[in-house]
């Protein structure tokens, strides 16, 4: 698929295509438009786009920059087969995380709503050992996922949410952050909002689906 969408370009075109490509999939932060002509110009970055979702990847405009993540249906059919999905105690550790840095701030008016994932309050090692979760399995677990970039040390003494949260579709991040409502707050209004938002969703979908069978 990708040598046909990039047949009618020129070599040189060509060429500004992929390294727009190997930037966004491989940058740990967002890419400046202004840095690759296949971003910043409209046409070529529609090719850049087809070219990711050729390998089931998506281009994701991120604060003033571009980055590629896994397109929404590649993600849920990996999840179901295994793949690429943290041991549990990992992804205790970086639940708390994001709820201590990024959900509870939001919900307290500290974080506003469109400030990046990795933009969150610092969390202290100290306050996640307060957690039912063990103090060495805190250790073990944030050192894993500060090496594959899902957490991050702040400039203080705290940890964040690493780069791999900028390449998170909206969709994950609106799921992920309707999660951590109901964990959190799961008896407050905007739970219960979510809560009868999604079961209608589901009522549509079964809907539909029976109408189809028909």
């Known amino acids: 698929m ?3 969408l990039l047949q009618a370009l020129s070599e040189h075109r060509r060429a500004d295509v992929r390294a727009a490509v190997c930037a966004v999939e491989t940058a740990r932060l967002p890419v400046p438009a202004g840095r690759f002509r296949a971003l910043a110009e409209t046409a070529l970055r529609m090719v850049v786009e087809e070219v990711l979702a050729a390998s089931g ?3 994701l ?3 003033d920059g ?3 993540g896994y397109e929404d249906t590649v993600r849920q059919r990996l999840a179901v087969e295994g793949i690429g999905v943290l041991p549990r105690e990992d992804r205790a550790v970086l639940t708390l995380v994001m709820l201590l840095s990024v959900a509870v701030p939001r919900s307290e ?3 506003l709503p469109q400030t990046l994932w ?8 100290e306050h996640l050992k307060q957690s039912s979760v063990a103090d060495g399995v805190v250790d073990a677990a944030l050192s894993r996922l500060m090496g594959a970039d899902l957490v991050r040390r702040s400039a203080g003494s705290g940890v964040v949410l690493g780069p791999q949260f900028l390449r998170l579709t909206p969709a994950v991040q609106t799921a992920l952050f309707e999660q951590l409502v109901l964990l959190a707050e799961p008896t407050g209004a905007l739970a219960e909002s979510i809560r009868r938002r999604r ?3 589901t009522s549509c979908t079964q809907g539909r ?6």
Do not use: D, F, M, N
Not at 118 to 125: A, L
Not at 209 to 214: I, W
């Open 209 to 214: 689906e029976e109408l189809e069978a028909r």
């Open 109 to 111: 008016g500290r974080v």
């Open 61 to 63: 405009a991120v604060a």
């Open 118 to 125: 990795t933009q969150g309050i610092p969390v202290s090692r």
């Open 2 to 4: 990708e040598a046909v």
């Open 66 to 68: 571009y980055l590629s």
């Open 199 to 201: 079961a209608q969703t």
């Open 57 to 59: 990847r998506a281009l």
